[in-house]
């Protein structure tokens, strides 16, 4: 049996790391499995690959929260050591009334699905943490062809439930099952469409007094339609999109599924976005939605909009209103204006407006990570059709580290990107670029709070204040404090910054070439000094990028932690190792900076760092 918790600790910091975009401690993510709503708790269940950056043997991550923003990472909910099959995507209820009869104690039983080539079930009789196979992993239906991904919902016209099973049997299409007991199904029809790719999904949901019915794919391609009890028919020939980008796999929206079983008829989606990485995971899931029917010029449409529970991340709000700008008091109006993660909201008269862009992570030279921007002329925002309604339009962004979500008119379009914001202190302006006359009826900034806790170095003990930060290699919290690992030259900085001062840090090299503390850096590591114990040279050595200060001989020893004191007076640096002065210097490259680490070609560990 595997270990059921295989992360190390973290603090959620880690360069482009989302903080209110849930991602695993480590590992790979992809597909959203089985979300359900059971007692008080949502449960995200996961494509999760825990011991690689990569697609690999798939298991199921888990996850859980009361609020469906902070999240807490669970012991793995399926495992293949113990669990039979391929446990790729599927989906899954709570059987509140024991159709399956499966129920022994207090719990409803969760049921999920899940396998290719036809599906197994697995069941949960302690609220969703831990899960049976049932009938010895029996796979209770088969399509033809390649199949995978089931999803079942509850119909409550024909009272039975049904499942959608991808499968590739004369072309792309789903297969429809049904079932009294959520455990023997018959077959029930088939729909066939070229758009109709992986990850099926069908909703019910709320429109004009009735209901009808949301077949979407993957790709969030979508059919509105009606559903008999054992078929599905729309006169649509033409897919919409739930999520106006590329959606394919790997992208920033892919394989979305709706919470099962939450209370009236509210419709939570989450998906998975593929292009977020950082030093120990790969994907995040996207922020959940309310999505909803709306009839539209065009017709009806599935919009999205982030779910309230928002607000309880919401900090330091500051609003603007009733402004009429030219473009130079457009650019200056946010001048002044630091943010990091942060929602925006906008009402825009465009009616003497050409062009709007908001400008994503501004940099002192002018530069920017990312640009939103609404074209009056086309109508069009970021180039998917957006109509002004009485003459303006309403923009909503959601900026995290790595993602950014666009909504605008209360969710007619809904975009979610992964975007590798500049993380490194010193990017976080923001600005408006304008054509023509713009006029805001209002623009709020609300600053959003980390949905992870604690905040701090988790193992790390420093009194330098300000987040920390990767600046190359990868960095872990371990039991004895922070550890790096780089083929190269490799830091983790602290934003706190100090010219004339005395450091103290411990560094132990665990292998490989060299460990170090390092000060006086520049926000991306490109300048620094660095005091570090060199096991190819066997020395000593303070240096800076193209030039070696000073070296004094030591016979290093990996695994033994050395004591380093470094004073600074102007262009002095002194450096002391466990106690004793070894180098005594005069440089003058660099006068202030910031504080940190560093590991070169090998593995380090540094603990007890100190400023005074």
Not at 18 to 37: C, E, I, K, T, V
Not at 336 to 359: C, F, H, M, P
Not at 386 to 401: A, H, I, W
Not at 426 to 443: I, K, P
Request: aromatic content about 12%; charged content about 20%; hydrophobic content about 35%.
């Amino acid at each position: 049996m595997t270990n059921p918790f295989p992360y190390a600790a973290t603090n959620y910091q880690e360069d482009n790391r989302g903080q209110f975009h849930f991602s695993p401690r480590s590992g790979w993510m992809n597909d959203p499995n089985a979300p359900l709503y059971y007692r008080g708790v949502y449960h995200l269940y996961f494509q999760h690959a825990p011991n690689a950056l990569q697609w690999d043997t798939m298991h199921w991550g888990h996850a859980t929260s009361t609020d469906l923003v902070h999240w807490q990472q669970r012991p793995i909910a399926l495992d293949p050591s113990i669990h039979p099959g391929d446990l790729w995507s599927g989906g899954g209820v709570v059987d509140c009334g024991n159709d399956s009869g499966l129920k022994n104690g207090d719990h409803d039983p969760i049921i999920v699905y899940s396998g290719t080539r036809g599906v197994t079930v697995f069941y949960s009789l302690d609220g969703g943490y831990t899960f049976q196979t049932y009938d010895g992993g029996r796979k209770v239906v088969v399509p033809e062809g390649d199949s995978r991904d089931p999803k079942v919902f509850w119909d409550p016209v024909s009272q039975r439930w049904g499942m959608v099973v991808w499968s590739d049997a004369g072309g792309n299409g789903v297969d429809f099952f049904s079932s009294d007991d959520l455990l023997h199904w018959a077959f029930a029809s088939r729909f066939k469409a070229g758009w109709l790719f992986e990850c099926p999904n069908m909703i019910r949901m709320p429109f004009d007094g009735g209901y009808q019915w949301v077949l979407h794919a993957g790709s969030g391609e979508y059919y509105v339609g009606d559903w008999d009890g054992t078929a599905f028919r729309s006169d649509w020939t033409t897919p919409q999109k739930i999520n106006q980008t590329a959606t394919h796999a790997g992208a920033g929206y892919y394989a979305a599924l709706n919470f099962s079983n939450l209370k009236g008829d509210r419709v939570v989606s989450m998906a998975w976005q593929g292009e977020n990485y950082g030093s120990i995971w790969t994907g995040n899931a996207s922020f959940p939605v309310d999505l909803k029917l709306r009839r539209t010029a065009d017709g009806i449409r599935v919009v999205s909009t982030p779910v309230s529970e928002l607000d309880t991340l919401r900090e330091n709000t500051r609003t603007w209103k009733n402004l009429s700008l030219d473009s130079k008091a457009a650019r200056q109006l946010l001048a002044g204006v630091r943010v990091n993660t942060y929602e925006l909201e906008a009402v825009v008269d465009v009616r003497d407006l050409q062009r709007l862009g908001i400008r994503l992570h501004t940099g002192p030279d002018g530069w920017f990570d990312r640009e939103v921007v609404y074209d009056a002329r086309a109508q069009e925002l970021n180039g998917v059709g957006l109509r002004p309604q009485n003459g303006k339009v309403k923009l909503r962004l959601l900026v995290d580290r790595g993602q950014l979500d666009v909504f605008g008119n209360d969710g007619d379009v809904y975009q979610s990107f992964n975007v590798n914001f500049d993380g490194l202190p010193g990017g976080d302006g923001l600005e408006l670029f304008a054509e023509g006359r713009l006029r805001l009826d209002s623009l709020t900034i609300h600053e959003l709070a980390s949905i992870w806790r604690p905040l701090g170095e988790a193992t790390l003990h420093t009194n330098l204040g300000g987040p920390w930060y990767a600046a190359r290699g990868q960095w872990a919290d371990v039991a004895d404090g922070k550890q790096g690992k780089s083929p190269g030259d490799a830091f983790y900085l602290s934003t706190a910054k100090g010219s004339d001062f005395t450091l103290d840090g411990d560094v132990r090299l665990v292998d490989g070439v060299a460990a170090a503390l390092t000060f006086r850096a520049t926000r991306d590591a490109s300048q620094h000094y660095t005091v570090n114990v060199d096991a190819a040279a066997n020395v000593v050595k303070l240096w800076r990028p193209g030039r070696d200060i000073a070296s004094v001989p030591l016979q290093v020893e990996r695994g033994r932690t050395c004591h380093f004191t470094v004073q600074t007076a102007g262009p002095n640096i002194k450096v002391a190792l466990d106690g004793k002065q070894v180098i005594d210097a005069i440089d003058t490259a660099h006068a202030a900076g910031q504080f940190g680490m560093n590991v070169y070609n090998g593995t380090a560990l540094v603990q007890n760092v100190s400023v005074r």
